[in-house]
């Protein structure tokens, strides 16, 4: 019975953490896609007033250290 037991809370466990791996992914897609989203709109409406997108510089060396 102890080894049934142990099994299932094993089972539980692993069945418990696929759920919630699958609605962190969930949670975080979401947010990037949001993300995306805006920063593509952005984008499109400075295209729309002859400006260019928004890119970012690198920092020279000396700024860096």
Known sequence: MNNLASSLVKIAALAGGAVLGAVLEYVIEKRLSER??????????????GLA??????????EKQ
């Open 53 to 62: 997108p928004i890119s970012v510089q690198e920092q020279p060396q000396s």
């Open 36 to 49: 995306m989203e805006t920063i593509s709109e952005h984008d499109r409406t400075r295209y729309e007033r």
